[in-house]
């Protein structure tokens, strides 16, 4: 179990290079195993959810191994095994994304119920429905899943709610499918576009159309491909956030802008300091920041993975700034660690027409005493504490509130949640002028 010791009150100064971002890196090695000979993916960040991805392909009889600092070579012939173990469950989310690979080569399919950060429900009938609709059959038993299908068929299925792991599931589950395929109200999440990518230059024929459907034509057969990972552009926002509240100046190498729009307008919004060059973006602060308000939104909105961030760096904006979660009935775990180390924050619940059409969460799967926006007062002085991360942005976000905060801040990390998604982030933080101790 890492702990860490945080001493605030130092302004971040250098500049730190991002590597492939976590939420597209592991699906394109899973992705991998459906060719019928070897894929290399290059720029993979250093984080545990590879590690884990790699470990269940290898545990099924395909092989997935380093072959360079930040390569990996995925090799699919050898896959033998339509059944992932139980252990493998409560870690991560990746093992439904299994199920469209193992249904591919052996009709049927048994994994583990998913985990990872606990950030609210994650609804898998958006899967299963859209499964069901290419000719799979879906139950339950145990703490496991169960798919079968004689065949995949393409078919036409209507998403009802945004769903970045459920477009990504039927991506992969029609693009070996007999037929044509028609994913309406699709997703349009930047990693999304990097899997169709991958897999069209593996031989797949995947279309994006207007008005978010995506088309696929089924295929008999994909080869392998080299597929450079696109950069973590939540990584990004997470420097960016840190330079910022510690009134430092960081250049974060493989910025891109174009996936930032939406960050980028508030950081105008706050009165913050950027520029936008050929090596990234840098972030630095110029003045005090103005309090704004944000609401989390699908892509090409405001990220939710961006939010605990922001509602950090606002602590630290003069004036009242509002945060309306979208996207998940339970994302404010981290609040109440933040109001411990003295942060003005009141939770509350807006009023909004028609919830059920404007939220992308389930109204059903609210739990009483649930709050969807966080009203922030600021500037205020944090104080350091002690805490158990709960998450990867609680993780991220408390390391970041450490580092503006009067006083030492220790984090544990059981369950080795920030380096699960973030690469060394103590350590590039140390770099740039961060007093930041890693002990076990």
């Avoid at 792991?165 to 039927?170: D, I």
């Avoid at 699709?186 to 008005?211: H, T, V, W, Y």
Wanted: one cysteine or more; charged letters at 25%; glycine letters at 10%.
């Amino acid at each position: 179990m890492p702990n860490f010791k945080i001493t605030g009150g130092k302004p971040l100064y250098g500049s730190v290079r991002v590597g492939g971002a976590k939420n597209a890196s592991y699906k394109l090695m899973i992705a991998a195993l459906l060719a019928d000979d070897d894929s290399r993916l290059l720029n993979f960040s250093h984080i545990s959810d590879v590690n884990f991805v790699a470990e269940i392909i290898n545990s099924l009889g395909a092989k997935a191994q380093t072959v360079g600092r930040r390569a990996y070579a995925i090799s699919p012939q050898n896959l033998s095994s339509f059944s992932i173990d139980e252990k493998f469950g409560q870690a991560s989310r990746a093992a439904t994304l299994f199920i469209p690979v193992l249904l591919t080569q052996f009709g049927k399919a048994t994994v583990p119920f998913p985990g990872g950060d606990k950030i609210g429900a994650r609804p898998l009938d958006l899967h299963f429905d859209g499964l069901a609709a290419l000719g799979v059959e879906m139950k339950m038993e145990g703490n496991t899943i169960q798919a079968q299908t004689k065949k995949l068929k393409g078919a036409t299925y209507r998403f009802r709610k945004n769903s970045h792991t459920g477009t990504e599931t039927l991506i992969m589950a029609a693009v070996k499918a007999e037929g044509r395929t028609i994913l309406e109200n699709a997703a349009e999440e930047i990693e999304i576009d990097d899997l169709i990518d991958f897999l069209n230059s593996m031989g797949a024929k995947i279309a994006r159309k207007p008005n978010r459907v995506i088309e696929i034509e089924g295929v008999p057969k994909l080869h392998g491909s080299i597929h450079k990972i696109m950069s973590d552009q939540n990584q990004v926002v997470s420097f960016a956030c840190a330079a910022l509240a510690t009134k430092g100046d960081v250049i974060v190498e493989n910025a891109i802008a174009k996936d930032l729009e939406a960050f980028i307008e508030k950081l105008d919004e706050i009165g913050a300091g950027y520029e936008i060059g050929n090596y990234g973006i840098r972030f630095f602060y110029k003045g005090e920041l103005h309090a704004t308000d944000v609401t989390t939104q699908i892509h090409p909105g405001f990220k939710t993975d961006w939010q605990p961030l922001w509602v950090t760096l606002m602590t630290q904006a003069r004036g009242k700034s509002v945060l309306h979660e979208t996207i998940y009935e339970n994302r404010f775990a981290y609040v109440e660690s933040l109001k411990q180390m003295g942060a003005d924050i009141e939770l509350f619940n807006p009023t909004v027409k028609n919830p059920e059409e404007f939220y992308n969460f389930r109204i059903a799967d609210v739990k009483p005493g649930s709050f969807h926006a966080a009203r922030i007062t600021g500037p205020t002085t944090l104080r350091g504490g002690e805490f158990n991360v709960k998450d990867l942005r609680h993780g991220a976000t408390l390391m970041i509130a450490g580092m503006v905060a009067e006083g030492t801040t220790i984090l544990r990390d059981p369950g080795n949640e920030i380096d699960r998604g973030y690469e060394m982030l103590d350590q590039n933080l140390c770099s740039m002028g961060a007093e930041i101790e890693r002990y076990t």
